[in-house]
């Protein structure tokens, strides 16, 4: 049984709490639904107190993607959307959310997603397997109620963009990289009913005098303190594998934790304890064994 098999298991709870947040979200509306004045394409404004995501898809050469294909497979998952290609551009609008991808004939500047690859656990041959990459499709989503419906549907999205699309190399969100291979497979999870952690928040290690650590990069796009676990006698492994889990934890129960916290985890016990943060500006949640 894989790592991300176990945590993923199924947890009544967890579907309570997960269907109470998309609950959470407005209702839509027609005008919403066909975007702008009920117009598929228009890019509505950005609303307030809602949740903006981005993505590139890398591609191997400068070749622009077909893009047709992808309303007709979300649509065979359910999900009612409208949109289509408009000046190159493809548009998508679901219950108030819309998502753009725009092709731009360049790969990010300064080397930005090659000197992330190196940090990327789950990919440690990320950094030589997007060298050389030519072009990218910048795909954003806007207007999402919270953080879990906004990823859940850019997820199939990205899905629905990959699946045709052989010149495509990886997801990237910084720092995070996703194979094009892997993040066809997460998703698969959807359909279970399960969450895709991996694809949405990054787990960083580093090293120091006084142990392993770890940091997170994505918690804010669920309206949570990002994590920290500090100067651990653990392996490398062991410390990405616990950061790993408080991570799902949260993202699946919709929880943000506020300091003083116990959760119990393989027969431990971990308190969360929140600081300012050591590897992170800002605030975060320790991860601390009892």
């Known amino acids: 049984m894989s790592f991300f098999t176990k945590w993923f298991k199924k947890d009544p709870a967890n579907e309570s709490n997960r269907e109470a947040a998309e609950r959470s979200r407005p209702e839509r509306t027609d ?3 066909g975007g702008a004045n009920g117009d598929w394409t228009t890019v509505p404004d950005e609303r307030p107190d ?3 995501l981005e ?6 050469t400068p070749s622009p993607p077909s893009l047709d294909g992808c309303l007709p497979f979300l649509r065979t998952l359910g999900l009612e959307v409208e949109g289509g290609v408009h000046d190159g551009q493809l548009l998508i609008h679901y219950r108030g959310m819309t998502v753009t991808a725009e092709y731009i004939p360049a790969p ?11 940090y990327n656990r789950l990919w440690p041959e990320a950094e030589q397997e997007i060298a050389g990459y030519a072009a990218q499709l910048l795909v954003t ?3 999402a109620a919270n953080g879990l419906s906004g990823h859940r549907f850019l997820t199939q999205v990205l899905a629905a963009m990959l699946m045709p699309n052989e010149n495509a190399l990886a997801v990237y ?11 066809l497979a997460s998703a698969e999870l959807l359909k279970e009913k399960e969450l895709p952690v991996n694809l949405w928040v990054f787990v960083g290690l580093y090293g120091g005098e006084s142990g ?3 940091y997170t990069h994505g918690m804010a796009d669920f309206g949570s303190d990002e994590f920290e676990l500090l100067n651990s006698p653990r392996s490398g ?3 990405f594998e616990l950061t790993f889990s408080v991570v799902h934890y949260a993202v699946a129960r919709n929880i943000r934790f506020q300091g003083g916290e116990e959760i119990a985890f393989a027969g431990r016990t971990i308190t969360l304890n929140r600081s300012a943060g050591s590897a992170l500006q800002g605030m975060t949640v320790k991860i601390e064994e009892a």
């Open 141 to 143: 989503l806007r207007n």
């Open 173 to 183: 969100s910084a720092p995070l990289l996703v194979s094009r291979a892997d993040y």
């Open 55 to 60: 993505r590139h898809i890398l591609l191997k």
């Open 50 to 52: 809602t949740v903006t």
């Open 237 to 239: 492994n062991e410390i």
């Open 31 to 33: 005008r919403e639904h």
């Open 212 to 214: 392993g650590a770890a």
């Open 108 to 118: 990010l500047p300064d080397g930005e997603a090659e000197s992330n690859g190196k």
